[in-house]
């Protein structure tokens, strides 16, 4: 009988990896976590342009004020090598749960930091980090095995090269991770562009700051439209 059980339960459990769910971000269900963006780590990261890679961080970090999202950060021995998250990071989420890990590789494997995630009472966890087969995947990785849904924000993921980070979200992938970027990520959290906090006024400011080529976008428009306006 117990066999049995064990049995259906691998059936089921083989069924949830291999088919494709669509689960979508909801802003009230969401918290967004911070993880190992530290400035030594970044130093190692060689599949994004330094610059990007930079504003991909903060813009991960920022995704949490512009939904009011729950917010974690951590990282891990910042006395070391690793270093401190970049202060651009720590000044947006001033009052919220920061835990130094003084030695756990996997986020998880922290009471404090397991606690954080637990208090916020979310299902869906939106998650970044460096470098992306250790710190975001494990992480990723143990918050599926818990029974959240995980997206990955695989733009302020960075690793070595890109064949490491292939393999990272291959296996990410595996067990269910939403592999996203940004802006998919942001899209989606604003699900109606009707919707308010936050409205698009506040939704395209970010982009402004942020995603360039919609930023783009937006201010052609607006600039066609005043001078249509001024004809
Ligand atoms: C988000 O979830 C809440 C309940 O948790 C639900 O009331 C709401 O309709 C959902 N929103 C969207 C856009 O699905
Ligand atoms: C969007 O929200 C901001 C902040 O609440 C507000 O100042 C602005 O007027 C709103 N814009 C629109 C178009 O509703």
């Excluded at 949830?16 to 009230?28: D, H, S, W």
Aim: include cysteine; charged fraction near 20%.
């Amino acid at each position: 009988m117990k066999s049995q059980v064990l049995q259906i339960t691998a059936i089921v459990a083989a069924t949830i990896v291999q088919g494709y769910e669509f689960v979508r971000l909801n802003k009230t269900d969401a918290a967004l976590l911070i993880v190992d963006h530290q400035i030594g780590l970044a130093t190692l990261v060689r599949d994004y342009e330094p610059t990007v890679f930079r504003q991909s961080v903060i813009a991960h970090a920022a995704i949490g004020n512009l939904f009011n999202l729950p917010t974690i950060m951590t990282t891990s021995a910042e006395t070391g090598p690793n270093g401190k998250l970049p202060k651009e990071v720590t000044d947006l989420h001033p009052n919220a749960p920061y835990i130094k890990r003084n030695g756990e590789v996997d986020a998880w494997d922290n009471p404090e930091f397991k606690a954080a995630v637990k208090a916020t009472g979310k299902s869906q966890m939106i998650i970044a980090g460096i470098v992306t087969e250790v710190c975001t995947s494990f992480l990723a990785l143990s918050l599926r095995a818990e029974g959240y849904e995980v997206f990955a924000n695989t733009e302020a993921s960075g690793t070595f090269n890109d064949k490491l980070a292939a393999d990272a979200n291959r296996r990410m992938e595996g067990a269910g991770v939403h592999l996203m970027g940004m802006f998919g990520i942001v899209a989606d959290l604003q699900r109606d562009w009707r919707n308010t906090s936050p409205n698009a006024t506040e939704v395209f400011a970010y982009m402004d700051k942020y995603q360039a080529p919609v930023a783009l976008m937006a201010r052609h428009y607006s600039d066609a439209i005043s001078s249509a306006g001024n004809a």
